[in-house]
């Protein structure tokens, strides 16, 4: 099980003892095609050479200005501005709407430094080239109505060093940004800050004319309010200053913003494709009171630049080498909240997290930690198989603890990844009893951690990820070695098919620090997060690619990991290692801002005491029905289970698989309540799943500690006015048929007479 401090543990009918397997042929579609979409970057060489990038409603127009790559302007509604509005010289007392050409290195399209000089100007434009579009191998390609994928490559007049910057879109609103940067000289090249995309954003003109009242600033950036474990996915809108602000930070919080322009309505959502240090940075330009013809204005103009933090250099260049840089992923939407988390999930789901294997859909699983923990036993896993099948759920997976002997501890003999006297006949009697029960198979492994008492640290102390010259206490194995590298990909590849696993589940208990290790190469010492993720990325794909029926699970501590650098790999991911049934429902709440719903596992049942002081069995079950249902330790054994608790166990996961997985990869989420603090109270937690045609959808309704009213009036946003519906309210079973438009006006009231109890709504057009 994943621990942040290794040393403290962390009216459907279903009949007995018959468990199903996942459903084959029958997996729900993507999301839907977007036919009509254009999707095109055309070259410009005149006046200045440069891009336009259009996208859906997405335009970007860049050229090159003064030595540098530039932004010229965005448009989120399709719009193209005439270029006569646009070839005047740009200047610090311009008046238009492009932005001024800042002299600083933030105004540029991306950043980067060598060897300890900022090359932000003095490029020199050398082609401009029609490439594939990258695709993931391991899945195959995408639906896509166009695809378009340019490589721009600049030439530094200051440095041996050439830049591919690359840009990629498919139809969505979304544009993808990477680097190539080439060394092309006699000498190493250190790099010591790279940022794949920064640049100018959007502008606010006449402030004090056009402000709305509400608003505390022209800019705004929604962003963690925490980077600690059990605080995940807590969002929070904070006002942008003049000047610059910035954040970041490693292993927990998604790298992903969402900026807003108070004026225009419009917003961008950035997401960072990198799983190690990174930095969010804003620049507010202001000018306040400035005069034209005699009217008084007040404008501000916003830039942005991405990238990996940490002690440099961050990578340093043999001659001739090349290294990529991670992906920006920037979306330019007009629209509320909805809207934007809308369009997020449907460029997520075709074009960036991974497919499901070919006819599986997402099993209803069970972790064996919950009454099993550190002590695992042929006998107590015996009993989790028991009550999975049960209930109904479809995959089992053992946790941590299974290798080593009785007493050891685990997390110290990371690394040994072979069975003990725990399990002295093997896994292979469990795995067999759990298929003769129905059962899928999964098995955890933290393969890039080393214990400080295994055999395999005695073995290769030189795998070990050093900081400071000493890899004293640290755990990480450095897989920018070869050999370390082969080792755990080979070892994992052997369990896989020894155990014949339909799932893996990755842990990751370590951290290797703000320089993510230190290696010495070419005469400097090169921070280690870059190419160690690199290595982690490229073994994972080669995995998926090996293994195409294999269900892939994320887990790092808990909620660590999950950017779009890791989970590109990832069927779902644990969303926290907070298992107490309150915060779990508001870090799922925030989880499926950024990320879509059926990609968010979090736990119900007994993992740790946190599980059972919160809610009754519906409310904490239909909590995480709204992600990858997954269960811990439900009884101690099938012959403990009381039959009122058993009902509404299988009640919950029958509903589950009949009504909501299958339409969950799909569905449009709708946050009533997006933004709960999950260090307060809070009043009620509600959210709303709806299929892109309007014809099913389901709503949880769920009143916190902090609410003062016994009832809800709960207005559904994702049904269609001119349908019927027929609308279940799951409390008492009771159905009625009510009309979309009186749904959307009226609205239905909820009553729920006490805190931490749920109801669960479920919307079928007649």
Not at 331 to 355: N, T
Request: charged content about 20%.
């Amino acid at each position: 099980m994943s621990k942040k401090n290794s040393g403290v543990l962390l009216s459907l009918i279903i009949f007995p003892g018959i468990a199903s397997t996942v459903p084959v042929a029958a997996q729900a579609p993507r999301s839907e095609p977007r036919d009509g979409q254009q999707a095109n970057i055309s070259v410009r060489t005149k006046p200045r050479q440069g891009l336009r990038v259009v996208s859906g409603n997405l335009v970007y127009d860049e050229h090159m200005y003064k030595g540098g790559l530039r932004a010229r302007y965005w448009s989120p509604n399709g719009l193209i501005k005439p270029d006569v509005f646009l070839q005047q010289e740009v200047s610090t007392d311009f008046t238009g709407d492009e932005a001024p050409s800042l002299d600083d290195p933030i105004a540029c399209s991306f950043g980067l430094s060598v060897d300890g000089q900022d090359l932000w100007d003095h490029w020199l434009w050398k082609s401009a080239t029609e490439a594939p579009c990258e695709v993931d191998q391991a899945s195959g390609p995408r639906d896509r109505t166009s695809c378009a994928h340019m490589v721009v490559e600049l030439a530094s007049e200051i440095r041996p060093i050439r830049v591919k910057v690359h840009t990629q879109v498919d139809g969505h609103p979304f544009m993808r940004r990477w680097l190539e940067i080439i060394n092309d000289g006699k000498v190493p090249a250190a790099i010591g800050k790279v940022y794949p995309m920064s640049g100018y954003l959007f502008s606010g003109h006449r402030i004090f004319e056009n402000l709305p009242q509400d608003a505390s600033s022209v800019f705004s950036v929604l962003k963690p309010a925490s980077f600690a474990p059990y605080r995940e996915d807590d969002f929070r809108w904070v006002p942008l200053p003049d000047g610059t602000f910035s954040y970041g930070a490693s292993k927990y919080g998604t790298p992903f913003s969402i900026v807003k322009n108070a004026i225009t309505g419009e917003s961008f959502v950035l997401y960072f494709g990198w799983t190690g240090q990174y930095a969010f940075e804003f620049f507010t330009d202001h000018h306040p009171g400035r005069g034209i013809e005699g009217y008084e204005r007040d404008d501000a103009w916003l830039y942005f630049r991405t990238g990996l933090k940490g002690p440099g250099p961050l990578r340093v260049l043999r001659p001739g080498e090349t290294a990529t840089t991670p992906a920006v992923h920037i979306g330019h939407i007009f629209g509320d909240l909805d809207a934007l988390v809308q369009e997020s999930h449907k460029y997520l789901r075709d074009s960036v997290l991974p497919p499901m294997p070919p006819g599986v859909i997402r099993p209803v699983e069970i972790n064996s930690w919950g009454f099993v923990a550190n002590e695992v036993s042929e006998t107590s896993l015996r009993s989790v198989i028991d009550t999975a099948a049960d209930v109904g759920v479809e995959l089992f997976t053992v946790d941590a603890g299974w290798y080593g002997d009785v007493k050891s501890d685990w997390w110290q003999k990371a690394g040994d990844w072979k069975t003990g006297s725990r399990l002295p006949n093997g896994l292979e009697p469990i795995f067999d009893y759990a298929r003769s029960k129905g059962l899928l198979c999964g098995l955890w492994v933290d393969i890039e951690r080393i214990g400080l008492a295994s055999d395999l640290r005695k073995a290769h102390p030189d795998w070990v990820v050093t900081r400071h010259g000493s890899n004293e206490n640290l755990t990480a194995l450095d897989l920018t070695n070869p050999e370390a590298l082969d080792f755990a990909e080979e070892t994992l590849a052997g369990l896989i098919q020894r155990y014949k696993l339909d799932a893996f589940r990755l842990d990751y208990n370590t951290s290797m620090g703000p320089a993510g290790g230190q290696n010495p190469r070419e005469g400097f010492v090169e921070n280690n997060y870059w190419r160690y993720y690199e290595a982690v990325y490229g073994m994972y794909r080669r995995l998926r690619k090996r293994f195409p029926n294999l269900m892939m699970e994320n887990c790092a501590g808990g909620g660590g990991r999950n950017d779009l650098g890791m989970l590109g790999n990832f069927h779902w991911t644990q969303i926290s290692d907070e298992w107490g049934g309150v915060r779990t429902l508001k870090i799922l709440n925030g989880f499926t801002i950024p990320l879509p719903p059926e990609y968010a596992l979090s736990y119900v049942g007994f993992m740790d005491d946190e599980n059972y002081r919160y809610g009754d069995t519906d409310f904490r079950f239909r909590g995480q029905m709204f992600g990858h249902l997954t269960l811990g330790g439900i009884v101690p054994n099938i012959q403990e289970f009381p039959a009122a608790y058993r009902q509404r166990v299988r009640h919950n996961v029958q509903l589950y698989k009949s009504f909501i997985r299958p339409i969950q990869p799909t569905v449009s989420v709708y946050h009533h309540t997006p933004y709960l603090p999950n260090t307060e109270a809070g009043d009620w937690c509600v959210m709303e799943h709806v299929t892109p045609d309007q014809s099913r959808g389901y709503a949880g309704i769920f009143r916190l500690a902090g609410a003062k009213e016994e009832s809800y009036r709960f207005r559904p946003r994702g049904l269609d006015v001119s349908a019927t519906y027929r609308v279940t309210f799951d409390n008492s079973g009771k159905a009625v048929v009510l009309r979309g438009v009186d749904l959307l006006t009226h609205g239905v009231e909820v009553q729920l007479a006490q805190a931490l109890h749920s109801e669960l709504l479920l919307f079928e057009r007649q």
